[in-house]
């Protein structure tokens, strides 16, 4: 079997990083020499592991994309890059007929499905890629659909901490507020409680110093109406290394889709879980 080339996007950002060390360790796959990444870089290129990385800027990535695909073929595109090119890039994608993955969270999520439906190509976007933090939520999704109102009636506390450059609140967050609904209890977005003081972090949630710079922490907090109940569900990730399986068995599960001729076509990492 050949192996998948794949174009990873976002350098020289820390999850691209850990994305295409992963794929340049994997002999499943192909990492392609070049990165799409914002205007505000300058260099032109960037190594990972000593494998040397062009930067493609905005203004040069239409016509870099078609040389690339004469010169190399299909290959897919893994996007972890900033909440503000969400929309931009996977209007780019789209028009560029380039399968991709996005694990890159915020932008308007409505508008990013609607644009890939109408598409011709598929697409695998999560705003998780860990594996069994999307497990968790699909245990929350059941619970939400077969015992809905369970927790009416009590109070809802989500509050997630990551490292001081996220601009976003947490796509993983925010996609269980969904879920805590479901169960009855009325709970916006907006009411998430966003940490990204490092000296809160280590003094009063304990974070190890050497993950300030790389964590996701998420705590829920259920209280009943008298406040004599109380739950809690907690994942803490430190470090991003845990993203980087679930990327390469989203890239393998899109491979498999577009080798079947799927089109127009969104999945999410439940869908990868499952296998279809």
């Not at 020499?33 to 990972?48: A, D, F, R």
């Not at 380039?98 to 644009?115: A, H, I, Y």
């Not at 069994?132 to 059941?142: E, L, T």
């Not at 998420?218 to 803490?236: G, I, K, Q």
Request: glycine letters at 8%; hydrophobic letters at 40%.
């Amino acid at each position: 079997m050949n192996p998948i080339n794949v174009m990873v996007n976002g350098l020289p950002g820390n999850v691209a990083q850990i994305i295409a060390r992963h794929l340049l360790n994997d002999p499943r796959f192909e990492l392609l020499p070049y990165s799409l990444t914002g205007p505000e870089i300058q260099e032109p290129e960037y190594t990972v592991d000593n494998f040397s990385l062009e930067l493609i800027r905005p203004d040069a990535r239409e016509q870099k994309f078609i040389a690339i695909k004469a010169d190399q073929g299909p290959f897919l595109s893994v996007d972890f890059t900033h909440p503000s090119a969400v929309n931009p890039n996977a209007e780019f994608y789209c028009r560029s007929e380039s399968p991709f993955v996005m694990g890159t969270t915020g932008g308007d999520r409505s508008k990013l499905e609607e644009t890939v439906v109408a598409s011709s190509i598929a697409a695998v976007i999560a705003p998780n890629m860990a594996k069994q933090i999307v497990g968790f939520q699909a245990m929350m999704k059941y619970a939400a659909d077969t015992f809905p109102k369970l927790f009416d009636g009590y109070t809802l506390e989500i509050r997630e901490s990551h490292q001081q450059g996220k601009a976003d609140t947490s796509g993983t967050a925010k996609g269980m507020v969904t879920y805590f609904n479901q169960l009855g209890i009325p709970f916006d977005a907006d009411q998430i409680i966003r940490v990204r003081d490092p000296q809160v972090q280590q003094e009063q949630l304990g974070i190890d110093p050497k993950y300030l710079a790389g964590h996701g922490w998420h705590t829920y907090t259920l209280l009943s109406a008298d406040r004599t109940v109380r739950f809690e569900f907690t994942h803490n990730v430190n470090g991003r290394q845990i993203y980087g399986q679930g990327t390469l068995d989203a890239l393998l599960f899109l491979s498999a889709k577009v080798q079947a001729g799927v089109t127009g076509k969104v999945f999410s990492m439940i869908d990868v879980l499952k296998g279809g």
